[in-house]
């Protein structure tokens, strides 16, 4: 960090700092915006977890490089928040910035310790968008987003959330269904909406969802979804449809369709 | 139509057709993901409503441009389906093309009419996150996104899903809020959310997010939102946020903060 310091000072002290909190999407570089393209390639320093990182290599040439590591996100955004005041900094984030993201955290320390330098967020396409589109077309009505990591949500309150979400036909994405010490919170919330709803409503699962040859997808249904539960994994984006949504099979792939009801007003 | 029919058997009629639904982003093509450009710009038809073949209107030259209405969305993705049997198309849709988009539109049409060729969904950054990267960090934590155009959904359901939300503190995102015959469906809404949560509750709402000089934002309160009424129109997202967020003041800035729960597990 001295060296770091130190260079940081000699580059860029005369000139004014600013933060972004860059959504890089969903993973090719592809599905990034021109504008989150933009701000990274002009930064002063890039942070973010390896994984991320990674993703975003061929973006980063002359960039101070910060890497951090899941589970270090409050001295990754303090970090970012320090920095800012010498530089441009983008602290970055998986999908959009706000979804699940870094947003809330770097806005919570530039609060606590006062920041005086632009903040500027960019949105990214999240993972919901990005299976909703490997799927085709099952979040074209009303959704609800809800992850099932209970590290910083009680448990009651996302079994509340299932609940209401299932029992008034949202389509439901759910997040961070799994990790190594949650391997039944993805089973348990299936068992939650299966009382709500029918077992041939059409379920996506996409893994690593627009991250190239990584990508896997399984179009199924709520009765069958168990099925693949070994399967499913902490990267892994769940799309539950509705009592309205269809499974379209065409040339062998599988897609699934939800109305948004224009069969009620139109004939096609 | 004519002519036009003439035109792609001259250019394109030894080519492979493929259909495109590409999500533009808010507004600005800044907000566009690489891959939404490259596609345009490839594409021999692009066909979509007037405001956003406005909106892209920089990327377009060579392409044979087919405008389209709002409310004509069905003639849109027949139109599309029928064009792609003989040459790249895309169907463009602000924001995502599944979130209150034109992918589930045209997949029902392609599944009708048994369209043959390659279909493509393309995500973009919807005006959600859009929304929320201009208040800052709303949504960070579980939200459900309500459409209150009582056209395509049911006005009942509609209010069964507010219920719903409301009274499992997920962040809510209201689309749609306004139309010419709908004055009074953001106001019903409202009332149907302070059933269920405090009038400190932060609530944003953002006009034309990330469209440039026409963006507009208010940050105020869910007791005194209604104070905003006569702002809202059909191009406002409204987000109410949940009964841990807050507004943060800085430099006359207002933005609201939705805590992820890190203060739950860390000290910063």
Redesign the interface.
């Known amino acids: 960090m001295e060296g770091l310091q130190l260079q940081s000072q000699n580059n860029v002290s005369t000139k004014k700092g600013r933060l972004y909190i860059v959504?890089i999407?969903?993973g090719s570089?592809?599905?990034?915006?021109?504008?989150a393209?933009?701000v990274l390639r002009r930064s002063d320093y890039v942070i973010g977890n390896g994984t991320y990182l990674d993703q975003i290599a061929d973006l980063l040439d002359k960039q101070e490089i910060i890497r951090s590591s899941m589970g270090k996100?409050?001295d990754r955004?303090?970090q970012a928040v320090e920095l800012s005041q010498e530089g441009e900094v983008s602290i970055i984030s998986g999908g959009?910035?706000?979804?699940?993201?870094m947003?809330?955290?770097?806005?919570?320390?530039?609060?606590?310790t006062g920041?005086?330098v632009e903040?500027e967020?960019?949105?990214?396409?999240?993972a919901i968008?990005?299976a909703?589109?490997?799927l085709?077309?099952?979040?074209?009505?009303?959704?609800?987003?809800?992850?099932l990591s209970d590290?910083?949500?009680p448990w009651e309150?996302?079994e509340?959330?299932l609940?209401?979400?299932a029992?008034?036909?949202?389509v439901i994405s759910l997040y961070n269904p799994k990790s190594r010490q949650r391997r039944s919170n993805f089973s348990r919330a299936i068992d939650i909406i299966k009382k709500h709803r029918a077992d041939s409503v059409p379920v996506g699962l996409v893994k690593n969802a627009?991250r190239g040859q990584d990508e896997d997808c399984v179009v199924t249904t709520l009765g069958e979804v168990l099925k693949y539960n070994e399967w499913v994994d902490m990267s892994t984006t769940i799309l539950v449809t509705n009592s309205e949504s269809r499974i379209?099979e065409?040339?062998s792939t599988k897609?699934i369709?939800?109305?948004?009801?224009?069969?009620?007003?139109?004939d096609?």
């Open positions: 959504g999407g969903p570089t592809d599905h990034m915006t021109v504008k393209c933009e996100e409050v955004a303090s959009d910035a706000n979804v699940y993201g947003a809330g955290l770097v806005l919570e320390v530039a609060e606590h920041l005086d903040i967020v960019v949105p990214g396409v999240t968008t990005a909703a589109s490997i085709g077309a099952p979040i074209v009505n009303d959704f609800a987003v809800i992850s590290l910083l949500t309150m996302i509340k959330r609940e209401a979400a029992s008034t036909d949202f627009l379209w065409n040339n897609r369709i939800t109305p948004r009801g224009y069969h009620r007003k139109y096609y």
